[in-house]
């Protein structure tokens, strides 16, 4: 799950190309409205040399040279946009494009990556994981009660309408949720639905097994001198990052500090109101007694619990695909 130094340039450089995009565009549009209103590209060569001239005055001792020159400018800025509206453009047609208005496509605001940084870090290595492929199959839109028996849609409904509810409200309310039970029930399907739809929404989601995760937090915990940057890049994702997946929980080999990592990790999302779904293949008991009474009653009191217990589908899909 770390990301290259090959792979972090080739971002930046998507930024540098959005940025060149944006300012050839930009440079488009001022030349159709310097065509269109020659007024307006007198006022920007007017604007340039009152700068100056204001400037000199300034120097030379003129108190009153700055607040001159914040009102004439503040009178041309009104007569450019009147004369944008006149002609039918937007006011702020010529103000400076960016994809990302928050970081201005630096990718960075005061040093700390900004969330479209993230994202794009995530996406790669969702693609990295192949889970980019994985997601092109496994989503709502791809979803189909085909493979439920009569006694089982109407569970399976209301388990994937908790699903969309969860995505729906994913920025107005803080939920988790725990996918449990038998294996092929379609658990990791449920998850892969929600990440897709919250990664085209522009959130920020990373995916683990659990023995991926917990080895990650293994060579965090255990870094020597000379840990690697991304190493510690992802230790902080995986704290800060909107949804964090957990899969298949369960099926790492359970310790001690796998139990207090599990139990750190899980308080420290709640404290930052970070959602976090996690399934597994155990049943609720079975997780008390792996991981803690602790890490139990926060399961317990701060997810929402959902058990699609139903047939397993990948039987049902090989003897569907066995008859055609």
């Given amino acids: 799950m770390a990301l290259s130094n090959s792979q972090y340039d080739a971002i930046m450089r998507t930024y540098e190309e959005t940025k060149f995009k944006n300012r050839h565009l930009m440079e488009e549009r001022r030349d159709e409205v310097y ?58 047609y010529l103000e400076p494009i960016y994809s990302c208005p928050d970081c201005r496509d630096s990718g960075y605001i005061n040093g700390q990556k900004c969330h479209c940084l993230k994202q794009a870090i995530i996406r790669t290595l969702y693609m990295q994981s192949n889970m980019e492929s994985v997601l092109e199959k496994e989503n709502f839109d791809k979803l189909s009660y085909d493979y439920y028996n009569d006694s089982e849609v ?19 309310s803080y939920e988790n949720l725990l996918f449990y039970g038998a294996v ?5 399907y449920l998850t892969n639905c929600i990440a897709k739809d919250l990664l085209e929404n ?37 704290f800060s990052c909107d949804l964090l ?3 298949d929980l369960g099926t790492e080999t359970t310790n001690s500090f796998v139990s ?20 597994t293949n155990l049943s609720l008991e079975m997780l008390a007694n792996r991981y803690s009474e602790r890490n139990f009653s926060r399961i ?17 899909m090989k003897k569907l695909k066995n008859r055609k």
């Fill in 35 to 92: 065509q269109l209103i020659p007024e307006y590209q007198s006022l920007d060569s007017s604007i340039a040399s009152l700068s100056v001239e204001q400037g000199k005055k300034l120097i030379m001792g003129d108190p009153d040279a700055l607040i001159a020159l914040r009102k004439k400018l503040g009178e041309m800025s009104r007569r450019k946009k009147q004369l944008l509206s006149e002609h039918g453009f937007p006011e702020n």
């Fill in 154 to 172: 109407e569970l399976m409904r209301s388990i994937i309408g908790d699903c969309k509810s969860f995505v729906k409200f994913f920025d107005r």
């Fill in 184 to 188: 092929g029930v379609g658990k990791t």
């Fill in 202 to 238: 522009g959130h920020s989601v990373i995916y683990f097994t659990s023995f991926q995760l917990f080895d990650t937090l293994a060579k965090y915990a255990f870094r020597s001198a000379d840990l690697s940057e991304n190493i510690a890049n992802i230790h902080e994702d995986i």
């Fill in 245 to 247: 997946i957990i899969d």
């Fill in 260 to 279: 207090s990592q599990l139990f750190l990790l899980l308080n420290e999302r709640d404290l930052r109101r970070k959602s976090t779904i996690i399934s």
């Fill in 300 to 316: 317990f009191g701060n997810y929402k619990m959902l058990k699609p217990d139903i047939q397993d589908i990948r039987i049902k």
